[in-house]
């Protein structure tokens, strides 16, 4: 009869089906978020605003996060030196991941002052300073966490194939558990469902103002509407359709990360199960790579600037390889349509 380690490396940790499903949810992560920033590339998206350019290196840092999945989550570490060096660098993985959490973080923060404290946003922030946030603040913050990664990590004695933390004493090790939930979960998910409840408050407050106002102008007019101007309402249109794409993104970094930060917490604080060997954890990581991979999917269904870009793209492919798609319903409708997502911070 195989001992444990054997039956939870061959059937549990090695298994061919888990394998599979993260070879495949780590490969359409890269293709996908490539597909986004080629996108955003050719038809300079990033460029309409901050909040553009926040999702342009989201998906950039997403797919680096996807690659580094397939690279560090689908294999054992080497025998020897090389196995330490693979656990110590399988941090890289992390920090993309806490960078992503961040600009996640970072990209509500910015909509958030940008809707609730336009005039102030607008005086306040210049594209220098937006690109500084960018750049600095998701990474700075990432680094700092997977530091501690880096240096904690190291090969099990008893289990070659498993990747293990050392911590020195049970006191730093609940520490490390409350201290990763708050800063990794607790902290982010706080600001980002206030920041969402602040801003649908604020959508609702302006739309019964809006009605109130019409409702106005129709009894002093006589019963003539005095409508919104067209490129007021494209705008407002623009404005909704990126804060509903950047909520149900929320939405789904919640459903993925949740377990796997619940789970390590819960572990350090009882210590009452095996956390690597679980059969949960690997459930629970394999939904953080999910994580990674499932936004460019919320863009093209969501997301209007790009879906129109990914069309427009699509169509001038097609027109070099010498089809017609002159008659398409996309040219169209959309041929004409001005551009209002520049105003969104301007």
Request: charged share 15%.
């Amino acid at each position: 009869m195989a001992n444990v380690t054997d039956y939870e490396k061959n059937v549990l940790h090695g298994h061919p089906a888990i394998l599979v499903i993260r070879y495949t949810i780590g490969i359409v992560g890269v293709l996908a978020n490539l597909l986004v920033v080629l996108v955003f590339i050719f038809k300079k998206i990033q460029k309409k605003s901050s909040t553009h350019l926040l999702i342009f290196h989201q998906s950039w840092v997403d797919m680096a996060g996807s690659l580094m999945f397939v690279i560090y989550y689908t294999r054992d570490p080497p025998v020897g030196v090389a196995g330490e060096i693979f656990c110590k660098s399988r941090a890289i993985f992390w920090y993309l991941l806490y960078v992503s959490t961040n600009n996640l973080v970072l990209v509500t923060i910015e909509r958030y002052v940008a809707v609730l404290h336009s005039n102030w946003y607008r005086m306040k922030f210049s594209r220098r300073k937006r690109k500084g946030l960018v750049l600095i603040i998701p990474h700075f913050i990432a680094l700092v966490m997977a530091m501690y990664l880096a240096v904690a990590a190291t090969v099990n004695k008893d289990k070659a194939w498993q990747c293990d933390y050392n911590v020195t004493t049970r006191t730093l090790e609940v520490l490390s558990g409350i201290l990763v939930f708050m800063f990794c979960w607790l902290i982010p998910t706080t600001l980002m469902i206030y920041c969402y409840a602040r801003i649908f408050n604020m959508i609702k407050e302006k739309v019964k103002i809006e009605v109130s106002r019409s409702q106005h102008d129709l009894t002093s007019s006589g019963g003539k509407q005095n409508s919104v101007t067209p490129k007021n309402k494209m705008y407002g249109r623009a404005q909704q359709n990126l804060i509903v794409t950047l909520f149900c993104v929320f939405i789904a970094f919640i459903i993925c990360i949740t377990p796997n930060f619940a789970l390590y917490m819960t572990y350090a604080l009882c210590r009452c199960f095996e956390f690597n060997s679980s059969p949960v954890h690997e459930i629970t990581v394999t939904l953080l790579a999910i994580n990674l991979s499932v936004n460019p999917f919320i863009y093209a269904f969501k997301f209007n600037d790009f879906r129109k870009g990914l069309q427009k793209l699509k169509q001038e492919c097609l027109v070099k390889v010498g089809f017609d798609v002159s008659d398409t319903p996309f040219t169209e409708s959309t041929a004409d349509e001005p551009d209002t997502n520049e105003q969104l911070n301007n």
